[in-house]
């Protein structure tokens, strides 16, 4: 299994960006796929999860209505589209393969991770 991500830079406040996960080693389309971000001295924060389909998502408050995540399953490739970026946005961002059985935000008990793409958002 491997997990790369890419798209991560450093943008302004307000800006945009989007973030891709390449997946390989396994039937993405058969799992739920996962974002979750780790600001500098903080513990990992859940940030989105969709579906096998991609029909459903779910997102944390603090991105909710600002981030969109979605997946091409013909690609093997997760997004996440991040608009109206802030400050507090600034971290590392994972994509990670959600098993089965987990609930959606249980990030401690996804099983496969990416190693990250950096965010910084700063004027």
């Known amino acids: 299994v491997q997990l790369v991500e890419s798209g991560g830079g450093m943008v302004q406040p307000g800006g945009s960006l989007r973030l891709s996960c390449a997946a390989s080693?396994?039937?993405?389309?058969?799992?739920?796929m996962s974002w979750v971000r780790q600001a500098p001295g903080k513990g990992p924060e859940w940030v989105s999860i969709?579906?096998?389909?991609?029909?459903?998502?779910a997102y944390a408050d603090s991105v909710k209505g600002r981030f969109t995540i979605s997946r091409d399953n013909a690609k093997n490739t997760l997004y996440l589209q991040m608009n109206s970026l802030k400050p507090e946005d600034t971290a590392l961002y994972y994509c990670?393969?959600?098993?089965?059985?987990?609930?959606?935000?249980?990030?401690?008990?996804?099983?496969?991770w990416g190693q990250g793409t950096q965010v910084t958002v700063s004027s």
């Open positions: 080693g396994f039937t993405f389309s058969a799992y739920r």
């Open positions: 969709i579906n096998t389909g991609g029909g459903s998502t």
């Open positions: 990670a393969r959600v098993p089965a059985q987990t609930n959606y935000d249980r990030w401690y008990e996804y099983d496969y």
